[in-house]
Each structure stands twice: as structure tokens, then as C-alpha cells.
């Protein structure tokens, strides 16, 4: 597996991981195209043997916050799950990103329920020596389509390496 920077021609590969997910809120393969353009230096691209995307993490930086990311989307194909891929693209891009100062922390929203998530997060902060805080960020109510579950923000940092 090689960690990567994704580029254009990957929107369509990532959008496909995301939807076969099940989990993830599906954005228009538009805006994968663009994630992969304008959020690449904060993104990461899991490709295997014959440079393939199997998985992914989109992100950004907080205007109001500029060293702390925005953890969009983590997905991974469904033939790589169970081998610890999601945590790898995890450290792998906040590793890229602390080497280079502009990490001090994160931010992720998870819908309660999602256990993988939930497992990952929780994993990251433990292992990385930060806080982990949680609190409802987006209440149920807020959604105008209706049957969405709250959104949690889960703030993790300072880190202690």
C-alpha cells in the first residue's frame, strides 16, 4: 500500500469508495473532482499494488482555525477493511502535515452509531497522546431532509508528541 496525495483523475475512484461505504453522506461525484483539485495537500489516497485508490481521507483546514483540520471523509474499500488501512491514512496525513507545523489538532463529526468511527477516533487520540472532546455539533433538527442523526464533533488535540 503507498499513501499519496490524490489528483483529479481519483475523484471518480473515491467517489466510488465513498458511496460503496454505506455510511458516509454521498456528495455529488462533482465534488469529489473538486476535493481532489482544491484539498489535496490535506487529503490522503491509499493506493495498492497497481496504484489504485482503495482508500481515503478528505480534509481541510478551519478558516477560523487554520492549523486545525477538518476531517471530512474516511472511507476504505470494502476489500481492505479489517487491516488497519484507516488508521494508517489517518497518521499518514497528519504526520505530513505536523512535519510541516501546520497541525496542532482535529475535528471530525461522527453520527452516533457509527462504531468504526467512533473506534478510529478514539484510537488516533489515544495513540497520538492528545484530548479527546466530544459534543453535539449539529443537532438532529438542523437537517432540512429530515431522518439525519445528530452530527458529534469530536475535537482532538493538543498532541503530546
Same mark, same amino acid.
Given at each position: 500500500?503507498?499513501?499519496?496525495?490524490?489528483?483529479?483523475?481519483?475523484?471518480?475512484?473515491?467517489?466510488?469508495?465513498?458511496?460503496?461505504?454505506?455510511?458516509?453522506?454521498?456528495?455529488?461525484?462533482?465534488?469529489?473532482?473538486?476535493?481532489?483539485?482544491?484539498?489535496?495537500?490535506?487529503?490522503?489516497?491509499?493506493?495498492?499494488?497497481?496504484?489504485?485508490?482503495?482508500?481515503?481521507?478528505?480534509?481541510?483546514?478551519?478558516?477560523?482555525?487554520?492549523?486545525?483540520?477538518?476531517?471530512?471523509?474516511?472511507?476504505?474499500?470494502?476489500?481492505?477493511?479489517?487491516?488497519?488501512?484507516?488508521?494508517?491514512?489517518?497518521?499518514?496525513?497528519?504526520?505530513?502535515?505536523?512535519?510541516?507545523?501546520?497541525?496542532?489538532?482535529?475535528?471530525?463529526?461522527?453520527?452516533?452509531?457509527?462504531?468504526?468511527?467512533?473506534?478510529?477516533?478514539?484510537?488516533?487520540?489515544?495513540?497520538?497522546?492528545?484530548?479527546?472532546?466530544? $459534543? *453535539? +455539533?449539529?443537532?438532529? @433538527?438542523? &437537517?432540512? #431532509?429530515?431522518?439525519?442523526?445528530? $452530527? *458529534? +464533533?469530536?475535537?482532538? @488535540?493538543? &498532541?503530546? #508528541?
Amino acid at each position: 500500500m503507498r499513501l499519496d496525495h490524490p489528483g483529479v483523475e481519483d475523484g471518480a475512484a473515491i467517489w466510488r469508495i465513498a458511496r460503496d461505504s454505506r455510511t458516509l453522506d454521498l456528495n455529488s461525484s462533482y465534488s469529489y473532482l473538486l476535493w481532489c483539485r482544491d484539498f489535496a495537500g490535506t487529503s490522503v489516497v491509499a493506493r495498492d499494488a497497481g496504484g489504485e485508490p482503495v482508500g481515503f481521507v478528505t480534509g481541510y483546514f478551519r478558516p477560523e482555525r487554520p492549523h486545525t483540520l477538518v476531517v471530512w471523509q474516511v472511507a476504505v474499500d470494502a476489500s481492505q477493511r479489517g487491516r488497519g488501512l484507516a488508521a494508517a491514512l489517518l497518521d499518514g496525513l497528519t504526520d505530513r502535515l505536523r512535519e510541516k507545523g501546520r497541525l496542532d489538532g482535529i475535528e471530525t463529526t461522527i453520527t452516533p452509531g457509527n462504531t468504526p468511527s467512533e473506534r478510529l477516533f478514539t484510537s488516533y487520540a489515544k495513540r497520538h497522546g492528545a484530548e479527546l472532546e466530544r $459534543e *453535539v +455539533l449539529f443537532g438532529a @433538527g438542523l &437537517f432540512p #431532509d429530515g431522518g439525519h442523526d445528530p $452530527e *458529534v +464533533l469530536y475535537r482532538i @488535540g493538543p &498532541f503530546a #508528541d
